[in-house]
C-alpha cells in the first residue's frame, strides 16, 4: 500500500471501536423501510461530527447524503448504506418498538460508509482525490409493507415503493456519476455482481358480502373463500412458468376476516411477482391476475388489483481490479471470489444501474439463513472494520491520479434510461382494476 492507503487503515483502526459500537447500535435499534428516522439521524450525527461541508436529509423521506468536499471537478462517487431491516419478531436482536431487525445486513453497509467516511475526511486524504464522495444512506431497500406505501402515495410523499427508485424519481442522483453498493454474504469477501430478479408488487382485495357465518351463510359471500381458490389457480400457473426465467410469486394476507361468525366480505392480500427479464414479470402478472380474477368469479365475489412498479432486473457487472485490490489489502491470503450467477432475490441497485454504474463488494461476518431468524454477525471486525476499509480503499483507487478509473468507467457506460424515461416506464406499470360483488346473481 502506498502512503495514502496505509493513512486510510490507519484511521479506520484508530477508531475501531466507535464504528462498531456505531454498527451495533443500528443492528439493535433495526427500523422498517420508509421509517428509519432513528437510523438516518444517527448516520448524520456521524458526518456532522466530521464538519462535512454540506449535508442534506429527507431525502424521500429518510435519506442522507454528505459531500466530502463542497465542489470539486471530475467525477462524483456515492458510497451507499441502505437504511432499513425487515419485518422478523422472533430474532434475538429484534427491536421491540418496531418489530424489525437487521437480518440482511443493511447496518454493516452503513457502518462501512461511516468508517470510509471518517478516512476520506483527513485532509491529506481528501487530497489526493479528484472528485467527489457522497456518503448516502438511503431508505426502503426491502420491499415490504406494500400497503404501507401505497398509503405514502396516495398522501403525496412518495411515488415509488423502493428507496432508489424514489431517490432516482426526485432527481437525488443526478449529481452522482457512479456509486459503490456493499452487502454482506455468508461465503466471505467477492467482487462484482450477477444478474437478479426483478418485479412488481400488488396489493389484491377480494370482496364479499358479510352474513352470519352459521345462522345464514347463504346471504354471505365468502371472500376467503374466494382468496383460496385464487391461491389454487395461482399454484396451477407455476408449470407454465420458464425455469430459465426464474418466476417466483409469493403472496401473503394480511387480512382474512373481521370476526370467525360473520361471513369474510373482504381479504386483503400482498404480492410480488419476480422473474429475470421484464418480458417474464409481465407474464407472470398477468397469470397472477387471472387466478385471483377467476377465484373471485367463481363464488361471485369482487376484487381490486392495484400493481405497483417493484425493482428492475439487476445488471451482471465484472470486478472492478480496484475493488479486488482494496479486497486483497485486507484480506491478505484470502481467496476473493468473483459473483457471476443469477439471483432470484431482488434490489433497487437493479434500477440504479440502469441509469449509471454501479460497482459492487461482499464481505463476511455473518452467518444463517438471510431473511429469516438465524441470521446473526459472527465477526464484526469483517462485517464492519473491512467493509469501511474497502470502502476508503475503493474509493482511493477509483478517483486517485485525476480520478482515471473512474471516468473510463463513466466514459464506457451507457445508461439504459434516462431519469426520465426511467419515470415514463416506471409510470406505464402502475393500475388499478376493479369489479363489485355479485353474489348468486
Known amino acids: ?74 467525477p462524483v462517487l456515492a458510497l451507499i448504506g441502505e437504511l432499513d431491516a425487515l419485518r422478523i419478531p422472533s430474532h434475538a436482536c429484534v427491536n421491540p418498538e418496531t418489530q424489525a431487525a437487521h437480518c440482511c445486513g443493511h447496518h454493516a453497509q452503513l457502518a462501512g460508509v461511516v ?37 405514502l402515495r396516495e398522501e403525496g410523499k412518495i411515488r415509488y415503493g423502493g428507496g432508489k427508485c424514489e431517490l432516482i424519481r426526485i432527481g437525488a442522483f443526478d449529481d452522482i456519476s457512479l456509486s459503490l453498493a456493499h452487502h454482506l454474504s455468508n461465503e466471505g469477501p467477492s467482487a462484482g455482481d450477477g ?27 365468502n371472500a376467503l373463500n374466494a382468496a383460496a381458490l385464487g391461491h389454487t389457480a395461482l ?51 398477468r397469470k397472477t391476475d387471472r387466478a385471483y380474477k377467476a377465484g373471485a368469479d367463481a363464488l361471485g365475489a369482487g376484487y381490486e388489483i392495484e400493481t405497483m412498479p417493484g425493482y428492475l432486473p439487476k445488471i451482471p457487472t465484472q470486478a472492478h481490479p480496484a475493488l479486488l485490490e482494496a479486497l486483497k489489502a485486507v484480506f491478505p491470503g484470502r481467496e476473493i471470489k468473483t459473483q457471476d450467477h443469477h439471483g432470484s432475490a431482488s434490489t ?28 446473526e454477525i459472527t465477526d464484526e471486525e469483517e462485517a464492519y472494520i473491512s467493509t469501511a476499509k474497502i470502502f476508503a ?41 376493479r369489479k363489485e360483488v355479485r353474489g348468486n346473481e
Not at 35 to 42: D, T, V
Not at 259 to 278: F, G, H, Q, S
Not at 348 to 375: E, K, W
Request: glycine share 8%; aromatic share 8%.
Open 1 to 74: 500500500m502506498d502512503a495514502i492507503e496505509q493513512k486510510i487503515v490507519q484511521k479506520i483502526d484508530e477508531n475501531r471501536e466507535a464504528l462498531i459500537a456505531f454498527g451495533r447500535d443500528i443492528y439493535t435499534h433495526a427500523e422498517l423501510g420508509f421509517k428509519e428516522f432513528r437510523s438516518a439521524g444517527k448516520f448524520t450525527d456521524a458526518l456532522k461530527a466530521l464538519n462535512l461541508p454540506v449535508i442534506e436529509t429527507g431525502l424521500a423521506l429518510t435519506g442522507v447524503k454528505g459531500y466530502l468536499k463542497p465542489k470539486a471537478e471530475g
Open 115 to 151: 468508517g470510509a467516511a471518517l478516512a476520506l475526511t483527513d485532509p491529506e486524504v481528501a487530497a489526493a482525490l479528484d472528485g467527489n464522495v457522497v456518503f448516502f444512506a438511503v431508505p426502503a431497500e426491502e420491499y415490504g409493507e406494500i400497503a404501507f406505501k401505497n398509503q
Open 195 to 221: 444478474s437478479s430478479n426483478g418485479f412488481v408488487s400488488k396489493v389484491i382485495r377480494i370482496l364479499g358480502r358479510a352474513a352470519h357465518a352459521a345462522g345464514a351463510p347463504h346471504l354471505g359471500v
Open 235 to 285: 399454484q396451477y400457473q407455476r408449470e407454465t412458468f420458464k425455469d430459465e426465467d426464474h418466476v417466483r410469486v409469493h403472496p401473503i394476507i394480511t387480512k382474512g376476516g373481521d370476526l370467525v361468525n360473520v361471513v369474510p366480505d373482504e381479504v386483503v392480500l400482498e404480492a410480488l411477482v419476480r422473474a429475470k427479464d421484464i418480458g417474464a414479470i409481465q407474464d407472470a402478472d
Open 348 to 375: 433497487d441497485v437493479g434500477d440504479l444501474q440502469h441509469i449509471q454504474p454501479v460497482l459492487s463488494f461482499q464481505t463476511g461476518g455473518s452467518r444463517g439463513a438471510y431473511h429469516s431468524p438465524q441470521f
Open 393 to 433: 480503499l475503493a474509493s482511493y483507487g477509483l478517483l486517485k491520479d485525476k480520478a482515471a478509473a473512474a471516468r473510463k468507467i463513466t466514459a464506457g457506460y451507457k445508461p439504459v434510461f434516462t431519469r426520465d424515461s426511467y419515470i415514463q416506464f416506471m409510470e406505464s406499470l402502475i393500475r388499478k382494476e
